[in-house]
């Protein structure tokens, strides 16, 4: 089974012996491995750290996840542990081995083989295969009875948000803390991902089917997500921003939502009608029926703008209106020239639409 | 011996090849065709990677500016699709092609000029892709080009054409390879290498072969409907002429799942060739780590769907694939614990090529332990499209597939060029390459759980991600210096490096008993073979040829080698060899020329390439008088 003579010499020939440079066996294994498994765990542990962290819950669907993730982490760092050691052992032990004593039957091998690998390896996985199947079902049958439907629709490269009573938004969904809403997935165009991590799984907005995905927050917060399906241009700045509010609030600003804004006639809404704003954005209560972009009725009350690319302030506003390529660089929005004081009035009827 | 010697003049006239220009494009030595496919492979490792250094240092910082969207779009589309089928594939078809001839005791590959043309196709499709970058078009829709993204409403520019067609074209070469791999290895090995006895090695080539024959074609199709979608008004994936993207998703993903499989199945081949030379023993457990390659291979067709457990499938589809999706990773943890208990039984020297080894086996592990997080339907629906993932296949692929195939360079680039690469760079370059690795990839891991997306060219600041994306960044350019400096070892050892003779390690398998490097006929004698370990057990075999006495056969020193049984490998035919052939490079040009004219419209040229492709297969079976191959 093998040669009398094993060693690592070159055999026959007579040439250089490639391994009297001395190293036969003495290969070292610095602590490098270990440090990094030490560095790994550490790094690890500060997985929660962060706004978007799915091991950071804070709905019912992100907790059952991570309830998931936590023991399979457990069970995969004690397998990792002992298959490295036992690496580890067998090169350390392998270097004060005889070639003589490498060659010695194993009997035990096969059956390891079968033990390790079949029986308590198929064991763990079917174990974690069932458990996670239990929880793919309670996640499932735990949205079923939704009172709130919520429309999400996709767009590159933004959300459009339309809630029931006929108040339609963008980029911000607001909903009640503690009460689990369906949201109707969809898409205008490609395919997109809705995603908002510490609240739960995603799922793709997929054109000609319709998806649905239970959401629920476990107390009043903002909680930030974006596009997980490659889209385009702009994926990387396709943001969204759930925000949880107390029950009542919710309804009051649901409600407020599906009216104009407070009645405001300024200069700048005449700008907004007469350029070419109005084209492509809808500002009800207004001149201004444009579908191909966000709805703007109540563009005021929200924290970003650009789908989450810049927070909102007038001088952020105003960088927008006038050149938002070089914010967003694909964006279908062109770049607009204003008059300062139309640009002035514009960005003031704007932060005003409340 | 001596007796051999009028049959090995007749061998060294008949096998010759005269070096120079005609040789060089009409060559159809397996030898030279394996150095090509690695030396071209690596050259696309380098593109590819260069390709993600230039991402890394965009993704250095949040809000960085250095490439714009379209642009990093582009690269990495192509990072994906030049490291699996222009780096991957082809560097593992190479090492088989060198490698499977020598290692089952024949003379060259089932059909050599079939083998010469798997090369010439791979080269013009590498090619034909890149040469998108002349007119800045690079595909831009992802290496999995998703529908409707890459339809001809949201990608018009010739971008997702290049993709498409390139596909198609690679994907001749990577079916005329695999086809002569399985023919090879089942009718061509060496009498009395019956298939118990064939080296684990070969095992995981004849996987990857069957793979791709079941495999691509549902990416072939896909690419075609795609064309006929794109070009020609067909409506296979658009919803609103009742298409179905979805349709796009499971036929790329059918493909593409095997495809991870079969780049892995032959690296894990190539750990259990060195494994059992650098632990001096036999491999414990042959036939167990045999049958996990092909319950691999089978199980992998089972899975395609933990690609799309978002996509809002039925749930009973989506338990049954997380069940094989779970299930697939036993058959790898049987090879990961056979190798264990070799090494644990064994004597482990870790010398570059086993360091390599046991490098690949800690970052399989720990890619194999994140498969299941994956396979688990609600946490995939956390983490998947996030960099999660991307942790999780850079493990799996760049950990189980680049590490063995450093691990290969180490091992038989002295049968290749005849001289050892030098041992203390080998280590640096493993150890610069271990360490950078993991500090690039690890932290993806985490920055996936923290919400990062992968696929977006900018992220910002704010959400735990900045620190993260340094420690990569650098950690990616520690990695590429470790794979600098093994290149450049090679280079350098292939002049200075120290003489290996036939067998510098002691290796148990065949084509350590030809010469270093092996004469254009490989073995003066084609070997009976009485064991799993011949080079171990039957002292006769060498490079002088085993002796007519022990089973060696020369074949009367013609252009010939041995047919045997497909299980027991007995001979049943010589077969004779093609000679030197200019039809594969001609047939293909000719065929770059029809998928050029397709890409560009062209249909006077197309049709002139075409009639040219035709003419060339008719000139590649003209009979010549003599036994030509079918």
């Known amino acids: ?354 | 011996m001596t007796t051999l010697a009028p049959d090995i003049e007749h061998l060294e006239e008949a096998w010759h090849e005269t070096p120079g220009l005609g040789s060089f494009l009409t060559t159809v030595d397996h030898k030279r065709i394996g150095k090509r496919y690695l030396y071209t492979g690596l050259i696309f490792l380098v593109i590819g990677g260069v390709e993600s250094l230039v991402m890394r240092i965009q993704l250095t910082h949040s809000n960085l500016h250095v490439l714009d969207p379209e642009t990093y779009n582009q690269l990495f589309s192509m990072h994906g699709v030049t490291m699996m089928f222009l780096f991957a594939t082809p560097v593992l078809s190479g090492f088989g092609n060198y490698l499977v001839p020598l290692m089952i005791g024949a003379r060259d590959m089932a059909f050599p000029r079939l083998n010469a043309f798997g090369y010439w196709v791979f080269l013009g499709a590498g090619l034909f892709f890149y040469s998108s970058f002349l007119v800045h078009r690079l595909p831009d829709a992802g290496w999995f080009n998703y529908t409707p993204l890459s339809d001809s409403v949201y990608s018009a520019g010739p971008n997702v054409d290049f993709y498409a067609l390139g596909l198609i074209f690679v994907g001749i070469s990577t079916t005329a390879g695999s086809i002569n791999f399985i023919v090879t290895i089942l009718k061509m090995r060496a009498p009395g290498m019956s298939l118990d006895r064939m080296p684990i090695f070969v095992w995981g080539e004849l996987a990857m072969a069957l793979t791709v024959v079941f495999a691509l074609p549902a990416l072939t199709l896909a690419n075609v409907l795609l064309e006929l979608e794109r070009r020609a008004g067909f409506h296979f994936f658009a919803p609103a002429s009742g298409g179905q993207p979805l349709l796009w998703q499971h036929l790329f993903w059918i493909f593409g799942h095997p495809e991870v499989y079969l780049v892995v199945l032959p690296a894990l081949g190539i750990a259990s060739a060195i494994i059992p030379t650098f632990c001096r023993r036999p491999m414990i457990g042959y036939t167990y780590i045999v049958l996990a390659e092909m319950a691999i291979a089978l199980i992998g067709f089972g899975v395609w769907v933990h690609h799309m457990f978002a996509t809002g499938l039925p749930a009973i589809g989506l338990g049954f694939i997380s069940l094989t999706s779970f299930l697939v990773v036993i058959p790898s943890g049987v090879q990961i614990f056979a190798w264990l208990a070799t090494m644990w039984a064994g004597k482990p020297v870790l010398r570059t090529p086993m360091l390599f080894v046991a490098g690949f086996i800690i970052l399989f592990v720990i890619g194999g332990l994140s498969g299941p997080m994956l396979a688990a339907v609600p946490l995939d629906q956390q983490v998947t499209d996030s960099y999660f993932v991307v942790a999780h296949f850079h493990y799996v692929l760049v950990g189980g597939a680049m590490f063995p195939i450093f691990a290969g360079i180490y091992y038989w680039a002295p049968k290749m060029t005849g001289r050892l690469l030098h041992e203390g760079w080998g280590k640096v370059s493993f150890w610069l390459m271990f360490v950078g690795f993991n500090l690039l990839f690890f932290p993806m891991h985490i920055l996936g759980l923290r919400g990062q997306p992968r696929r977006t060219y900018t992220y910002q600041a704010g959400h735990g991600w900045d620190f993260l994306n340094l420690l990569e960044t650098v950690g990616a350019f520690v990695l590429a210096v470790g794979i600098l400096v093994t290149f450049v070892n090679w280079v350098w050892s292939a002049k200075k490096g120290q003489p290996a003779g036939h067998d510098p390690w002691r290796g148990d398998t065949l084509e350590w008993a030809t010469t270093s490097p092996p004469a254009e006929y490989n073995f003066e004698a084609i070997p009976t073979v009485r064991s799993r370990e011949p080079m171990w057990d039957q002292p006769e075999l060498g490079p002088h040829g085993q002796p007519p006495e022990a089973g060696g056969r020369t074949l009367g020193g013609g252009h010939n080698t041995l047919g045997t049984s497909l299980l027991e490998a007995e001979p049943e035919v010589v077969a004779p060899m093609p000679h030197e052939s200019p039809w594969p490079l001609l047939l293909t040009l000719a065929l770059t020329g029809v998928f050029t004219g397709l890409l560009v419209r062209a249909w006077v040229f197309w049709a002139v390439a075409a009639v040219a492709a035709v003419v060339s297969v008719a000139g590649w079976f003209w009979p010549r008088g003599e036994t030509q191959e079918t």
Request: aromatic residues 8%.
């Open chain 1, 1 to 354: 089974m093998y040669p009398e003579t094993v060693g690592l010499e070159p055999a026959g020939d007579g040439k250089l012996d490639p391994v009297s440079t001395g190293r036969v066996g003495s290969g070292r294994w610095p602590a490098a491995p270990v440090v990094f498994v030490a560095v790994g765990v550490a790094l690890a542990a500060g997985g929660c750290t962060g706004d978007s962290s799915v091991v950071s819950p804070k709905g019912p669907a992100a907790h059952s996840v991570a309830g998931l993730w936590w023991p399979m982490l457990v069970v995969a760092t004690a397998v990792f542990t002992l298959v490295a050691g036992m690496l580890l052992l067998a090169a350390a032990r392998g270097r004060r081995k005889t070639e003589d004593q490498a060659k010695g039957g194993a009997p035990w091998g096969e059956p390891f083989i079968v033990i390790a690998g079949v029986v308590v390896s198929g064991a763990i996985l079917v174990g974690f295969f069932l458990f996670s199947l239990g929880r793919m079902r309670a996640l499932a049958e735990s949205g079923r009875n939704t009172k709130l439907t919520v429309s999400v629709i996709g767009h590159d490269w933004w959300w459009e948000v339309r809630y029931p009573n006929g108040a339609v938004s963008a980029n911000e969904i607001h909903i009640p803390a503690g009460v689990k809403v369906r949201l109707a997935l969809a898409t205008d165009d490609v395919i997109h991902s809705f995603w908002v991590p510490r609240l739960g799984p995603k799922t793709d907005m997929i054109p000609g089917q319709e998806n649905t995905l239970w959401l629920e927050a476990s107390e009043p917060g903002i909680y930030r997500g974006q596009c997980a399906e490659f889209c385009g241009l702009q994926h990387a700045n396709m943001i969204i921003r759930v925000v949880a509010d107390a029950p009542a609030d919710f309804d009051r600003w649901m409600a407020a939502q599906a009216h104009p804004a407070a009645p405001s006639d300024d200069a700048g809404r005449g700008v907004f009608e007469t350029q070419t704003c109005a084209g492509c954005h809808r500002i009800r209560g207004t001149a201004a029926q444009g579908t191909a972009g966000p709805d703007l009725t109540h563009f005021g009350g929200r924290a970003t703008l650009g789908a989450g690319v810049l927070p909102l302030s007038p001088e952020n506003l105003r960088r927008w209106i006038v050149d938002p390529q070089a914010i967003k660089p694909g964006a279908p929005m062109p770049p607009t020239t204003l008059a300062a004081d139309q640009l002035n009035a514009l960005v003031a009827y704007l932060e005003g639409l409340r």
